[in-house]
């Protein structure tokens, strides 16, 4: 059974840094591209960041000026998500998301899900 | 950037049929994707590749992309498909987009 599990998530003061997690299992994690997602409670979905399977290629949302960067350990079958000058506009859920190809930028899509964790923003 | 737009909301009696749409420019040469999100659970891949269905989605949910219109059709709708609805698709400038969502509610 394929899991993702967040975790790192909590309360940040504004320009703050904090670093979530997911920990995956069930699949063979150094074969799929990894995503976050996050959502603002009550809107929609916002793609955050994408890796490639072996970390060599990875993308961002043009909205994050480059604050927020994406890592991954596939020995520890692990993602991460560094976010640093945070802001309150940054409040939302945080999902990892795994991808069905090796590269993150292409037709794949997410076909599994983790719960989300949420991350708060606020002085 | 790319923009995909969806209707606020879609409101449908049980048994009946609901069409989600998802606008974009020239939508057709992209996959699209589906995604259901019931209160409190993470979004769930209903339809990939514009039309194909993953294992234990009912034959219920179909989809169908042409021109600058994908949609999403829900036949013999029932309680349980009251969600919201986002589609998704990637492009080469914007990278992974997100429709705004819709919510379906069942009346």
């Known amino acids: 059974e394929v899991q993702l599990v967040e975790s790192g998530g909590g309360l940040a003061q504004p320009g703050g840094s904090l670093r979530l997690s997911c920990a995956a299992s069930g699949f063979t994690f150094d074969n799929c591209a990894m995503h976050w997602v996050r959502q603002v409670p009550g809107k929609g979905l916002e793609w955050v960041s994408g890796?490639?399977?072996?970390?060599?290629?990875?993308g961002y949302a043009d909205s994050l000026k480059g604050r927020f960067t994406v890592s991954r350990d596939n020995t520890e079958n692990s993602l991460y998500l560094h976010m640093n000058s945070l802001r309150v506009e940054d409040t939302a859920f945080y999902f990892c998301?795994?991808?069905?190809?090796?590269?993150?930028?292409?037709?794949?899509?997410?076909?599994?899900w983790g719960q989300g964790i949420l991350v708060t923003v606020s002085s | 950037s790319y923009v995909l737009a969806q209707p606020f909301s879609v409101s449908v009696a049980p048994g009946q049929t609901a069409t989600i749409t998802c606008v974009g420019n020239?939508?057709?040469?992209?996959?699209v994707h589906w995604y259901q999100q019931k209160p409190g659970q993470a979004p769930v891949v209903v339809v990939y590749r514009d039309s194909d269905r993953p294992p234990g989605i009912p034959e219920r949910l179909s989809g169908s992309n042409s021109g600058n219109t994908a949609t999403l059709t829900i036949s013999r709708v029932e309680v349980g498909d009251e969600a919201d609805y986002f589609c998704?698709?990637?492009?080469?400038?914007?990278?992974?987009?997100f429709g705004g969502g819709t919510k379906l509610t069942v009346l």
């Open positions: 020239d939508i057709e040469s992209k996959s």
């Open positions: 998704q698709v990637w492009d080469l400038h914007s990278d992974h987009v």
């Open positions: 890796i490639s399977w072996d970390s060599l290629s990875v």
């Open positions: 998301a795994k991808d069905t190809q090796r590269y993150y930028d292409g037709s794949g899509y997410f076909d599994y």
